[in-house]
């Protein structure tokens, strides 16, 4: 697992430039081009808001907060996530041609993805200190949380791509079968809605989703809520599991790499 970090760490400007060049060619020969990027995420954000909170009315935040405020100020970490595993999870299939050439080093492609959203992400975090300043929520010294927050998603990520990456030349059917598991996962995450709404076994239950940290700790960040080390256990419990995912993908890519030339 610490060779993976030291190999990105050694072709950090080769993967921020792959990186770069793949966003740019994710909308290459359309109209507005990387302008997509960010026009798809904004008007889902605006439906869910219309029909949440302007249609149905139904919408239940924590601590009374707009439902726009509640709702963008999670999202956000939803799209970095499910934009990262769709993209990276294909990303040997993709650059099969790289794949086949013995001096790339193939372990860094799926950072290359990660990194590729990561530039979308980036301009949605200050999109959003935006709307929460025009609201009233002004940055704080709490809002410097959200860099500890982005990391912990990226380690997330970075497991989890480690192991769709490496499985998916072998099963050409998981991309649907994550896109099915992803729908699961978005609404079981507390994102539209606040878990409050639950009984508290179902709440119970539905805070063992490592993504529960993140989105709680991005929007305790944007509206300055607390310090992350005031829930050092739900911390600790992330962190197992984002280990364990980190490790078992660096296991799995070790042993499975060496076949997918055959595959691919």
């Given amino acids: 697992m610490l060779t993976f970090f030291k190999e990105i760490y050694h072709n950090k400007r080769l993967v921020i430039n792959?990186?770069?060049?793949?966003?740019?060619?994710?909308y290459a020969g359309s109209f507005l081009g990387i302008f997509w990027a960010f026009i798809n995420p904004m008007v889902t954000i605006a439906l869910y808001w219309f029909i949440f909170d302007v249609g149905l009315k139904a919408a239940a935040t924590d601590g009374g907060y707009p439902f726009?405020?509640?709702?963008?100020?999670?999202?956000?970490?939803?799209?970095?996530?499910?934009?990262?595993i769709v993209n990276a999870t294909n990303c040997y299939r993709e650059y099969s041609y790289l794949v086949k050439k013995v001096v790339f080093n193939i372990r860094i492609l799926p950072t290359v993805k990660l990194v590729a959203n990561l530039f979308t992400h980036l301009f949605f975090i200050v999109i959003t200190l935006?709307?929460?300043?025009?609201?009233?929520?002004y940055p704080t010294l709490y809002t410097l949380q959200?860099?500890?927050y982005l990391f912990c998603l990226i380690m997330f990520l970075t497991g989890v791509t480690w192991i769709t990456?490496?499985?998916?030349?072998?099963?050409?059917?998981?991309?649907q079968f994550i896109s099915t598991i992803l729908q699961v996962i978005m609404w079981s995450t507390p994102i539209l809605y606040s878990?409050?709404?639950?009984?508290?076994?179902?709440?119970?239950?539905?805070?063992?989703?490592?993504?529960?940290?993140?989105?709680?700790?991005y929007r305790s960040a944007f509206l300055s809520e607390e310090w992350s080390i005031l829930r050092w256990k739900m911390g600790l419990y992330f962190w197992v599991i984002t280990l364990f995912l980190l490790?078992?993908?660096?296991?799995?890519?070790?042993?499975?790499?060496?076949?997918?030339?055959?595959?691919?």
């Avoid at 792959?18 to 994710?26: G, V």
């Avoid at 726009?68 to 970095?80: D, K, N, R, S």
């Avoid at 935006?130 to 929520?137: N, V, W």
Wanted: charged share 10%; hydrophobic share 55%; with cysteine.
């Fill in 18 to 26: 792959l990186a770069w060049t793949d966003f740019k060619a994710r």
């Fill in 195 to 217: 878990i409050t709404v639950f009984p508290e076994p179902i709440q119970q239950i539905l805070r063992l989703n490592p993504l529960y940290y993140i989105v709680f700790g």
């Fill in 247 to 264: 490790w078992l993908g660096s296991k799995l890519f070790n042993k499975l790499s060496v076949h997918f030339s055959d595959v691919l």
């Fill in 130 to 137: 935006a709307i929460c300043t025009l609201y009233g929520y």
């Fill in 68 to 84: 726009i405020i509640y709702l963008i100020t999670g999202i956000i970490a939803w799209f970095f996530l499910s934009d990262t």
């Fill in 165 to 175: 990456s490496a499985i998916q030349p072998f099963i050409p059917d998981m991309l």
């Fill in 146 to 148: 959200l860099v500890y």
